[in-house]
């Protein structure tokens, strides 16, 4: 019997409480003619579990799956050809059900439901298997894992008909403001709205999420507890449109009573929850400047649709914050739930149910009942397992000969087209870029690679170690150090995470090219009295590069800190001049104004 993971009722009043996580049994599948039953790979969390878990949310019900959002392997189908031409595909799930494609809101609003931990509808996603009409199933675009595939439902959902639909300002030229950015919707609109032109500013509490949207996309951002972040945002916004069209909003608070002073006449602001408090303020300036709030919620079915061909059209990914693995992993997801709490996430907190398996690591295609089914060989014993046995043998450890049962090895002597197996019993995957198939240690770790890149160069723009270090070195060639980079998405790195993939030729490249990106510092050639240059000369004085206070060097490495100014620096940086005889002196003028270049 399939497992699940859902809460457990103990006492407590609403917001005060916090329900526990049990495993729950649930009946073995047996899809209806026009359902299928998808083994799912990975879940993500949603804010909406959070408020299930402290009884926020209306309509809850204990013992059914939680989460709503979630990819898998379609593993058997019912009778209909609707639902067998799903057999074997990559998938996700439509996070809701009863709305089809009204773009004013589901056509009847009591029969819409979410996934996961509700009476309406008692599907979750935190299971190994879930049973749905495949009417509600989209294929996983190509060019996502799994884990990426799980965090894009919702959120992306949610994101594209606040974005698209509700503000009808993701138009090039036009300025939209992203609020809280860090959760997944938000960072699905920024993304969104991006790719379709517009010019996106984010707003968060923590400067290190900031840095984070702009390599996202993101033109610039302001931190929202600075009581004037609106005026500093104004000062970010291009010449030619000093003024936002849009404001997409899920935390509420005070971003009304300050974004109307930023927007233009008619201006939209879209709000998608309110994390912060239940209400937002619309004043009467809001009414005379004809500011409009739209309240978004969710997605019909038509959206989704659109939403999953609009992300694989301009190869989006979605951004994972933090990944757990197993289902009864209670200590791993409660930590992400905590993470959700305090809100330290930066992206989607997903939870890997089942491993992809090495065979999708070495590109296999995972629909292996749809291969079993076209054989010829009608008498070969393989053919007598049922889906799930021929998933679990391809999900196994399919590299350790020792592990294998004789079923498992009769399915992959059908399956061994679809990957390579060697006898080191070494892992091998194909580079992208010489379409030479190597060991695994060829390839580059994630570990060692920037946050921003790890999943598409360890995934589907897999590079191995000599590749990138070419790209890197054809780069040093023919552009500055602040752009070299990413080979596939072409963001640029920071010097230290070059270092780790350029040969040693290089390497001395980088440095020059390092040391010239510096901060440097110009001295006006203007002398003191020669009696002055003559005592700091015998003593070996040097100037402070950023106060230009005077020093002498006693002792010790080059690291200095400045008495003065309290700056540290290092001596090589430190201002030097010539008297005009041969002789090397410090300018002494603290008066005297210094560029920096």
Not at 492 to 502: C, G, H, I, Q, S
Request: net charge neutral; with cysteine.
């Amino acid at each position: 019997m399939p497992k699940a993971v859902s809460i457990r009722q103990i006492e407590g009043k609403p917001g005060k409480v916090y329900y526990p996580l049990e495993v729950v049994k649930l009946p073995e599948p047996k899809p209806k003619d026009n359902e299928v039953v998808v083994k799912i790979t990975a879940a993500a969390l949603n804010h909406r579990d959070l408020f299930i878990r402290q009884h926020l949310y209306p309509g809850i019900k204990f013992g059914v799956p939680l989460l709503a959002d979630g990819s898998g392997v379609v593993v058997a189908t019912g009778s209909s050809s609707e639902a067998k031409k799903w057999q074997g595909k990559k998938v996700i799930i439509n996070p809701g059900s009863g709305w089809k494609d009204d773009p004013e809101g589901p056509e009847s609003p009591a029969g819409y439901a979410m996934l996961g931990g509700t009476r309406l509808n008692p599907l979750g996603t935190l299971s190994e298997t879930v049973t749905i009409d495949a009417g509600e199933l989209e294929e996983q675009p190509r060019g996502l894992t799994a884990i990426e595939g799980a965090a894009l439902p919702l959120t992306g959902l949610t994101a594209w008909r606040a974005v698209m639909t509700k503000s009808q300002n993701a138009k090039p030229g036009h300025n939209i403001l992203v609020t809280g950015i860090g959760g997944g919707v938000a960072l699905m609109a920024l993304l969104f709205a991006s790719a379709a032109g517009a010019n996106v500013y984010v707003t968060s509490g923590s400067e290190e999420k900031i840095s984070k949207a702009k390599t996202l996309g993101a033109k610039g951002g302001v931190n929202y507890k600075e009581k004037d972040w609106a005026k500093k945002l104004v000062a970010q916004l291009p010449t030619e449109r000093k003024t936002l069209d849009a404001i997409i909003d899920g935390a509420g608070g005070d971003v009304v009573d300050q974004g109307i002073r930023i927007m233009k006449p008619g201006g939209v602001i879209v709000s998608y929850g309110m994390t912060l408090g239940p209400k937002i303020n619309y004043s009467m300036a809001a009414v005379m400047r004809n500011i409009d709030v739209r309240g978004s919620t969710m997605g019909s079915r038509k959206e989704f649709a659109d939403m999953v061909k609009f992300v694989e059209s301009q190869n989006l990914k979605p951004v994972v914050s933090r990944v757990v693995n197993g289902i009864e992993n209670f200590d791993g997801i409660n930590g992400l739930f905590e993470d959700m709490k305090q809100g330290m996430q930066f992206g989607k907190l997903v939870i890997e149910i089942s491993k992809e398996g090495e065979a999708s690591k070495l590109k296999a295609d995972l629909d292996v009942c749809s291969h079993l089914q076209s054989s010829s060989t009608s008498n070969h014993a393989a053919l007598a397992m049922n889906a799930s046995t021929i998933l679990m043998c391809i999900t196994a450890k399919l590299t350790r000969t020792e592990s294998r049962t004789p079923k498992q090895q009769a399915a992959l002597q059908l399956c061994t087209p679809q990957f390579t197996l060697f006898k080191s019993n070494k892992l091998k995957y194909e580079c992208n870029y010489c379409c030479e198939t190597k060991a695994s240690e060829d390839f580059v770790s994630s570990a060692y690679l920037p946050w921003t890149c790890q999943p598409h160069l360890t995934g589907t723009d897999r590079v191995c170690k000599l590749c990138l270090a070419s790209a890197i070195s054809a780069q040093l060639d023919c552009k500055r150090l602040l752009d070299v980079g990413c080979p596939a998405c072409g963001i640029a790195w920071e010097p230290v995470d070059l270092r780790m993939f350029v040969s040693r030729k290089d390497m001395q490249r980088l440095e020059e090219l390092d040391q010239k990106a510096q901060s440097q510092v110009y001295v006006p050639e203007e002398l003191p009295d020669q009696s002055t240059l003559d005592d700091l000369l015998a003593r070996g004085a040097r100037l402070c590069p950023c106060c230009l206070f005077p020093f002498v060097k006693l002792g010790g490495c080059g690291s200095m800190q400045c008495a003065k100014c309290n700056k540290q620096f290092n001596i090589a940086y430190a201002a030097v001049i010539d008297d005009g005889k041969g002789n090397r002196a410090v300018e002494v003028d603290e008066q005297l104004n210094i560029d920096i270049w």
